[in-house]
């Protein structure tokens, strides 16, 4: 690991800041040593001390953005304002990283009162090195700072570029996205509860079902529709199960929860 790597900072040590800052320190050449975490609360401090070894944690925003590089902000949308008044100044030195739902660069800028700023929404598999982030840069902003950026986000799984206008779809379908497909693995493993299986088998069974399901559409490039007829034999067990979900709504389902996370996405953005 490198000394040249950069002072890695978060505002809010919560789950957010926990999981990235491991991916960052174990994926992305970061030492813990460069990782400094700021939260009002003492329980949060020391959990983030002893999941990031090596990482400092303290009350104090203000030494946060002093120490670091690029600092990550990680507190709650509603919170925003109050993490923003607790600092005096944002130095030219430091980078901002926002990860809040909603939050506009546009605010942002008001807020921190810096142009140099940059809007993430990340997804909590970037604890395992799989996290789905998209991003957006503030105008003007140097290529060195989007690289930069894209770096440490690479650390924690894929990172694309997109219009910010595309951040709050985004927010509903990967950042939220987790949720929605815990609670299929949830329910297909009560399913095979249901129909007798251990619970431990029927969990493991489903999250490799999940976890196939989905390298088979990176992996092969293949269309999702098609993958799913190479399942479906004619007359068998899976289109019995693919009527049901489609009599009670599945897909029609699935688009409601995306569309009322995205349009959640855009009212943290009007607060
Ligand atoms: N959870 C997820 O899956 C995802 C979350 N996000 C975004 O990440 C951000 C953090 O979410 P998450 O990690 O889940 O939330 P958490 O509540 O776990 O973490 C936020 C932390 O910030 C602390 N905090 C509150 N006020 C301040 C302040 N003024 N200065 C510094 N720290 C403060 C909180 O303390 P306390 O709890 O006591 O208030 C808490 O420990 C949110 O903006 C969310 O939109 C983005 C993608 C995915
Ligand atoms: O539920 C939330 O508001 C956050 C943002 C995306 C995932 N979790």
Do not use: W
């Not at 008001?110 to 395992?128: A, E, H």
């Not at 129909?195 to 092969?220: D, I, N």
Request: with cysteine.
């Amino acid at each position: 690991m490198s000394n040249d790597s950069p002072r890695v900072g978060f505002l809010g040590a919560g789950q957010m800041a926990m999981a990235m800052a491991h991916g960052i320190v174990t994926r992305g050449g970061v030492p813990g040593s460069h990782i400094i975490a700021a939260d009002p609360f003492a329980d949060a401090r020391t959990r983030f001390e002893q999941e990031i070894p090596g990482a400092q944690a303290t009350d104090s925003n203000q030494k946060v953005i002093d120490q670091s590089d690029v600092a990550f902000i990680a507190v709650k949308p509603q919170m925003m304002a109050d993490a923003a008044k607790s600092l005096t100044k944002v130095p030219d030195t430091c980078l901002l990283i926002s990860i809040a739902a909603g939050v506009t660069l546009k605010r942002l800028v008001s807020l921190f009162s810096t142009q140099r700023i940059i809007r993430v929404m990340p997804n909590t598999p970037c604890l395992v090195g799989l996290s789905a982030c998209a991003f957006s840069a503030n105008e003007g902003i140097q290529q060195a700072d989007i690289t930069r950026t894209q770096k440490l986000l690479e650390a924690t799984g894929i990172a694309i570029q997109v219009p910010e206008k595309q951040l709050d779809a985004v927010t509903g379908l990967s950042g939220s996205g987790p949720a929605f497909v815990y609670m299929l693995i949830e329910a297909m493993t009560d399913a095979g509860v249901r129909q007798g299986l251990p619970r431990s088998v029927a969990l493991q069974l489903t999250a490799q079902t999940v976890k196939g399901a989905a390298e088979m559409v990176l992996a092969t490039g293949q269309h999702p529709a098609a993958l799913k007829d190479n399942v479906t034999s004619p007359g068998g067990t899976t289109i019995a199960g693919v009527h049901e979900l489609e009599k009670k709504g599945f897909r029609g389902a699935i688009i409601d929860a995306i569309t009322a996370a995205t349009e959640r996405s855009r009212e943290l953005g009007q607060d």
